[in-house]
T-cell receptor
Framework: GENVEQHPSTLSVQEGDSAVIKCTYSDSASNYFPWYKQELGKRPQLIIDIRSNVGEKKDQRIAVTLNKTAKHFSLHITETQPEDSAVYFCAASIQRNQGGKLIFGQGTELSVKP | DVKVTQSSRYLVKRTGEKVFLECVQDMDHENMFWYRQDPGLGLRLIYFSYDVKMKEKGDIPEGYSVSREKKERFSLILESASTNQTSMYLC????????????FGEGSRLTVL
């Protein structure tokens, strides 16, 4: 079945620096790659996603890149702020008509120091 | 606003007890999911459902079962709780693709003694 590996497990940056989190997936049929952010004590929430027909997607300070050949995708956060501190999860799924099971990575705890 | 409500935020059970975790969503979503969250292991899929009375195993279904008698309700059942099932359980729901976004409940923290 699908397996998603996420690195690093923890990441500490200074406010204003960039942060990059990387994920690899195993099933080449995967076609949907979302990223979720979970603040302390809260539920995970979708922050950005990308589909397999697109190589890059950007939303203000966050961007996601996808390399289908290498089967990896990355989250880039620029100009980090303390409120970006959270656990970030990547995920991959094969989206079919009825839906697809979303397989998550292990999570990255991002700490942004003021 | 989408609302996914889990019946219990905190539960403490004894080994061997039967445990029910209830999840209700109010957005008429077809898809519902149960995940387990453990530090360093991320979110692991236990079961999911595409429709009423329909269920499919996720990656770690052993020791769990589910029930979906109504579209809005998806229950996770631990037939005989064990200490290694102590965890945070997250329910989620979504529309079918292409939307696909998961909406999570607040989680149920289960401790099995």
């Amino acid at each position: 079945g699908e397996n998603v590996e996420q690195h690093p497990s923890t990441l500490s940056v200074q406010e204003g620096d960039s942060a990059v989190i990387k994920c690899t997936y195993s099933d080449s049929a995967s076609n949907y790659f979302p990223w979720y952010k979970q603040e302390l004590g809260k539920r995970p929430q979708l922050i950005i996603d990308i589909r397999s027909n697109v190589g890059e997607k950007k939303d203000q300070r966050i961007a996601v890149t996808l390399n289908k050949t290498a089967k990896h995708f990355s989250l880039h956060i620029t100009e980090t702020q303390p409120e970006d501190s959270a656990v970030y999860f990547c995920a991959a799924s094969i989206q079919r008509n009825q839906g697809g099971k979303l397989i998550f990575g292990q999570g990255t705890e991002l700490s942004v120091k003021p | 606003d989408v609302k996914v409500t889990q019946s219990s935020r905190y539960l403490v059970k004894r080994t061997g007890e039967k445990v029910f975790l209830e999840c209700v969503q109010d957005m008429d979503h077809e898809n519902m999911f149960w995940y387990r969250q453990d530090p360093g292991l991320g979110l692991r899929l236990i079961y999911f459902s595409y429709d009423v009375k329909m269920k499919e195993k996720g990656d770690i279904p052993e020791g769990y079962s589910v029930s979906r008698e109504k579209k809005e309700r998806f229950s996770l059942i631990l037939e005989s709780a064990s200490t290694n099932q102590t965890s945070m359980y997250l329910c989620a729901s979504s529309y079918p693709p292409p939307t696909g976004e998961l909406f999570f409940g607040e989680g149920s923290r289960l401790t099995v003694l």
